[in-house]
């Protein structure tokens, strides 16, 4: 157990060499938070006997309650591994689907991430989203398969079974791993090839095409998991335990005699030692031989497990002894057998000592930063690093070297913005008395208590209460911070010197701080990285928005950046502001520190006024923006928000903007309408944030509408078949044609619709007619809009800029190339009568000048958004899955069994509007097996039509005239339409007669 000062961690700071900045990502209740906690006991922050029960990382009242991580929150931590000392800055990051935007924000300020699977539950939908996270972000991975005492406890398996049930769940992060490797090396491929297209190379030889090409060539074991390479290790954190293999083989290489480097290789794997040989040989079998991994480590787990659960004291005492362990009277007489498990394994085979090391081994510093990933992240939208400016470009050598010179300019990214309690700050912190301070407050405590017996005595002096008033009014003016220390010092250590009268006095003294302006306001802490040079207190620094161009910059200002940031003229997207204070972040607490060298991450306050959610701050402006965070959740639940008492309605608007800052998945809206409107990402996010704007941000009362759910239109083409799945014969064209000319009598005045659908329409001033048309584009189109999206943005910003007449944005070679290839693919799919040259015509794409939609193409049928929710749990329970499923309109897509367990996974779509509550329902439904997880999955047209009414002889057969039975597409329109004040056709009561009571006859 190490405990560090301050001044310790300064100094481990700036050896960038020995500075690791690792994340741990994982499912939901997979054990994050527990082997964070166990990392933390390491460096005495907690006790080890309260790690996994303290959850010290979730500091939130909410996470405790429920039990789930809802931010991620950074500690750094020491540790020393032969003769060097190592700075570990570790972040807790949310499994939750709900607040997968956290891990974003922390996976962008890594180096490295620990996977955190669950020994039972195996891979499961988040791990997958997390490791393709990281995959993104180019950082490094280790593995920590978690719970392996699950496997004993509670499914029994024997040591034999739980090795062949982790292979498995090797086999399946590797797949995971080799998916994530293809797709990139394919895509790498594919862009070579369209590059060559449209270079055609000078040489014009015979050209043999190789499906091969770029799969075989590329070297990606380092790429998979396992525990001969070190990067894998076997963990039970709430009981305190975890090894690698590595500690095994040292054992092992002394008792039997056989090589550390051969142990290494065999002890994961199927091979067995011959004890009498002294050779290890590949398994046979036939044989029913133990492979080396289960004889060797697993059976000694196992027995040491079921001698303390069998309460077998002999045998525990042995075992003890055999491993030279101490064990505490208090955990060897203790009932539950987990204390005693704890007792044994942590100090056998210490879970912090084998993550750790995994992590300073296996882990890259901040200097091994690879020059991919920096390209990566200064290259944004559709740009490459050959077409960023040569100053620009320059930069990339100092994220390589990541040097703490003064020449070396100073490079900060801010991934998150998080709030924290005024007082919770350094600054406003209490600080403990001083000796001659107590000293003095001793003194003026006896003098009080004379002159109370004195006046009782009716001998009151006047001499020393005029030393009390003087020594009373000086401590006030000096230290009006030391108060709330003041009742803890002086009754705590002279309680015997006060009667009760002078305890009263002394605590109303001690407990009333002088206000201060603004105590409960929150502050906004910037959650940092710093990626080069060394961030000082009181520095200047440019602050760079997301769409701020360096290009822009260096025309204004050709000669250099001689000028103070001050004097500089202003550019748009930047501004100037001063590092007032940087913290040291230690999960709940924050620490002061005057500068933080590069690769550390830090706090920085101050800057609540320059940065929303995320920005790149850089001593120079030639630095690009960083490329925006790539979120995995989108948000899609809305509600609208107002104060209970309209007078409050400020407070609402001001907490708002501070939750809009505080959250960084979050969205705010004022519609129209004048709703103020609040976009999340799921119901459990929903309820966080409606907390914090209750008791943090807003702090009054508030009501919130139903959920908002998002629609949209579009246009399909006329069924071959009615709703009876009778084929639509002439007839029942003629009845559909006379229903849309009675539709048609309903249109406004002054517009006329034809035959064909072109509306046209005159402006009220009579100066303009408009006629539109709306097509529905071919879905390759579509696709294809999609796809470029990115590319599209481009070309909106080159277009914009010219318009207004600042020939600032540079096209570069590869950008024109890619806008000539997309120009050639919709040219290609757009053909024939209908659409000839559509695409020379095309003036804006939509919606928000980027969908995929064209301008001569409006969209409009009625679309609904679909979740998708993969839900755990035991087979017997799925039946009453199903049922709550096909109650909620929804669809199973897949379902799987989990080997090796009970555990049933089902993959399921259902509408938006109807999953509101579908947590709850599932739960209750299945006494709490179940644990669904719903994320956004797409859009999907609702086949029924919100118009329909029966047309056929079949369709009046089967519904009826009224065709009363409930319509799903206009149940939701006629919801939208309440909601927005709209006339609903709707009868509420038909043939409404008296009713009568049986208490009164009327």
Not at 79 to 97: T, W
Not at 462 to 476: I, K, R
Not at 684 to 711: G, M, N, T, W, Y
Not at 856 to 866: A, G, H, L, M
């Amino acid at each position: 157990m190490v405990l560090n000062s301050l001044d310790k961690m300064i100094q481990l700071q700036k050896n960038t060499a020995n500075i690791r900045n690792i994340c741990v990502l994982a499912h939901v209740d997979h054990g994050k938070t527990t082997l964070a906690d166990c990392l933390i006991s390491s460096n005495g922050i907690i006790s080890s006997r309260l790690a996994g029960k303290l959850r010290y990382m979730d500091s939130r009242e909410d996470e405790q309650i429920r039990g789930i991580t809802m931010k991620s929150s950074a500690i750094s931590l020491h540790y020393a591994k032969d003769s060097e000392e190592y700075l570990i800055n570790l972040i807790d990051s949310p499994g939750h689907v709900d607040f997968s935007s956290e891990v974003s924000t922390a996976v962008r300020i890594c180096d490295g991430c620990i996977i955190v699977v669950d020994a039972v539950e195996g891979v499961c939908p988040q791990t997958q989203a997390v490791l393709r996270q990281a995959w993104l972000e180019n950082i490094r991975p280790v593995l920590v398969i978690n719970k392996i005492d699950r496997l004993i406890v509670e499914l029994k398996f024997t040591p034999q079974e739980a090795y062949s049930h982790l292979k498995n769940i090797l086999e399946q992060i590797n797949a995971l791993t080799g998916t994530l490797f293809t797709s990139k090396v394919l895509e790498e491929r594919a862009e070579r090839d369209t590059e060559s297209q449209v270079n055609p190379n000078s040489e014009q030889g015979e050209q043999v095409y190789d499906w091969s090409t770029g799969l075989e060539d590329t070297d990606d074991s380092h790429l998979y998991f396992s525990p001969e390479q070190g990067n894998v290790v076997f963990t039970s954190a709430i009981d305190g335990w975890g090894f690698g293999i590595e500690h095994f083989a040292k054992i092992y290489s002394k008792k039997i005699g056989i090589k550390k480097e051969v142990l290494l290789k065999t002890l994961w794997g199927d091979y067995y030692i011959n004890m009498k040989a002294k050779k290890i040989m590949k398994v046979d079998q036939a044989k029913g031989k133990k492979p080396l991994f289960v004889q060797l480590i697993l059976e000694n787990i196992w027995s040491l497990y079921d001698a303390v659960l069998k309460k077998d004291k002999e045998k525990i005492d042995k075992i003890v002894t055999s491993l030279g362990l101490k064990i505490g009277v208090r955990e060897a007489r203790h009932s539950d057998p987990k204390v005693q498990i704890n007792a044994i394994c942590s100090q056998w085979l210490p879970i912090s000592h084998a993550v750790l090391s995994m992590v300073c081994q296996k882990l890259p510093s901040p200097l091994d930063i690879t020059a991919e990933r920096v390209e990566k992240l200064l290259c944004t939208g559709s740009q490459t690093f050959d077409s960023l400016p040569l100053e620009t470009q320059a930069l990339k050598a100092a994220f390589m070297k990541c040097g703490s010179e003064d020449t070396a300019p100073v490079i900060i990214f801010v991934s998150k913005m998080f709030a924290v309690d005024a007082k919770a700050l350094p600054q406003n912190k209490p600080r403990p008395l001083t000796q001659e301070e107590i000293a003095q407050r001793r003194e003026r405590a006896r003098q009080r208590h004379a002159e109370k017996l004195a006046a009782a005595q009716g001998q009151a002096p006047l001499e020393p209460t005029q030393e009390a008033s003087v020594l009373e009014t000086s401590p006030q003016r000096e230290e009006p911070r030391g108060r709330s220390w003041i009742k803890e010092s002086i009754l705590g250590i002279y309680y015997p010197l006060f009667l009760a009268g002078d305890e009263q006095q002394v605590e109303s003294m001690a407990t009333n701080p002088v206000p201060q302006e603004g105590s409960n306001q929150e502050s906004f802490i910037a959650f940092a990285r710093v990626f080069s040079g060394v961030a000082r207190r009181g520095e200047k620094i440019f602050v760079l928005g997301p769409k701020y161009s360096p290009i822009e910059f260096l025309q204004r200002v050709p000669l250099g950046f001689s000028a103070p940031p001050d004097d500089l003229p202003p550019v748009p997207h930047m501004a100037c502001c001063t590092l007032e204070n940087l913290y040291l972040l230690m999960g709940r607490e924050l620490e002061d520190l005057e500068e933080v060298p590069p690769g550390n991450v830090l706090g920085i306050g101050g800057l609540q006024d320059f940065v929303l959610k995320s920005a790149t701050l850089c001593s120079l402006p030639s630095c690009p923006p960083f490329i925006p965070l790539n979120f995995e959740a989108t948000p899609i639940v809305r509600v609208a928000v107002e104060p209970k008492h309209p007078s409050e309605m400020p407070q609402l608007v001001k907490g708002m903007k501070l939750l809009n800052q505080a959250d960084p998945c979050v969205q705010i809206l004022i519609q129209e309408t004048g709703e103020h409107v609040l976009v999340t990402a799921g119901e459990v996010h929903l309820q966080r944030c409606l907390d914090d704007l209750k008791e943090r941000f807003a702090k009054i009362h508030i009501s919130v509408s139903e959920p908002i759910i998002p629609f949209r239109e579009t246009i399909t083409k006329p069924p071959k078949v009615d709703m009876v799945n009778e084929e639509i014969g002439k007839q029942q064209k003629v009845a559909v044609i006379h229903q849309t000319k009675e539709d048609q009598s309903k249109i406004p005045e002054g517009i006329q619709v034809d035959s064909d659908g072109l509306i046209t329409m005159t402006t009220p001033n009579k100066l303009a007619t408009l006629s539109v048309r709306a097509v529905p584009l071919p879905e390759e189109v579509t696709q294809i809009l999609e796809e470029n999206s990115d590319l599209i943005r481009s070309m909106e910003l080159l277009t914009s800029s010219l318009n207004e007449g600042k020939n600032t944005q540079m096209i570069h070679q590869k950008t024109q190339e890619k806008i000539w290839e997309f120009k050639g693919k919709l040219e290609q799919h757009l053909t024939g009568r209908k659409w000839r040259n559509t695409v020379d015509q095309i003036w804006s794409f939509g919606p928000r000048k980027c969908g995929p939609n064209i301008l001569v193409n409006k969209s409009e049928d009625f679309q609904n958004s679909v979740w998708i929710g993969p839900t755990g749990r035991s087979s017997k329970e799925a039946s009453r899955v199903y049922a709550v499923l096909s109650k909620r309109e929804g669809r199973v897509l897949q379902e799987e069994m989990k080997e090796g367990t009970d555990m049933f996974i089902i993959k399921a779509v259902l509408p938006v509007a109807e999953s509101f509550g579908f947590a709850d329902e599932i739960r209750k439904r299945t006494s709490g097996l179940a644990s669904p997880q719903l994320v956004f999955s797409h859009w999907e047209v609702i086949p029924s039509d919100p118009f329909w009414v029966p047309t056929t002889e079949e369709e009046y057969l089967h519904f009826g005239e009224k065709a009363d039975s409930e319509n799903q597409a206009r149940k939701y329109m006629n919801a939208v339409r309440k909601r927005k004040g709209l006339y609903v056709e709707e009868k509420i009561v038909e043939h409404a007669e008296k009713q009568r009571t049986l208490s009164k006859n009327k």
